[in-house]
């Protein structure tokens, strides 16, 4: 009966390292989407502060347009919901989402249930989400293109 016991236990802890990993040394990226379909993403500097180590990390990119500038657009449509998704126990404290105009102008994009609506005019659009949690902070760049 005990040795059933200490195997259940383990697998528990496995279970939850595999799934929370306590041991990650940056912050989580999110699963941006539209239509099923993964819109590629960028991470820019953080400081992440995980069970075993705590690190600070500067990227070299100066603007959310320099993030995405290696990226090919991903076709959505007009109004079409976009999806940005933390992996499971990685939900953010904080989360913002800039919708960038040119290298000195961004407008905040209100999210509701991690979702947003893309513009309803075409052309190309860089998004740039910065998220919070008590273990440090991230920042992410996203591009599409609105048919």
């Known amino acids: 009966?005990?040795?059933?016991?200490v195997f259940i236990v383990i697998g528990f802890l496995i279970i939850?390292?595999?799934i929370f990993k306590p041991f990650r040394s940056e912050p989580p990226t999110p699963k941006i989407s539209a239509a099923e379909t993964e819109i590629s993403t960028t991470q820019g500097s953080y400081c992440w502060d995980g069970f075993l180590f705590a690190q600070c990390v500067d990227t070299i990119h100066t603007t959310p347009f320099d993030m995405t500038e290696a990226h090919t657009p991903t076709k959505v449509s007009k109004n079409?919901?976009?999806?940005?998704?933390?992996p499971i126990g990685y939900q953010p404290k904080t989360l913002r989402l800039e919708q960038w105009v040119d290298e000195n102008?961004?407008?905040?994009?209100?999210?509701?249930?991690e979702k947003i609506k893309a513009p309803n005019e075409s052309g190309r659009y860089?998004?740039?989400?910065?998220?919070?949690?008590?273990?440090?902070?991230?920042?992410y760049a996203f591009l599409i293109e609105v048919e």
């Open 126 to 139: 860089v998004y740039h989400v910065r998220a919070d949690w008590n273990q440090g902070d991230g920042n």
């Open 16 to 18: 939850a390292i595999i």
């Open 105 to 113: 102008t961004s407008n905040i994009i209100e999210i509701n249930d």
């Open 80 to 86: 079409e919901e976009i999806e940005i998704e933390f």
């Open 1 to 5: 009966m005990k040795k059933s016991s």
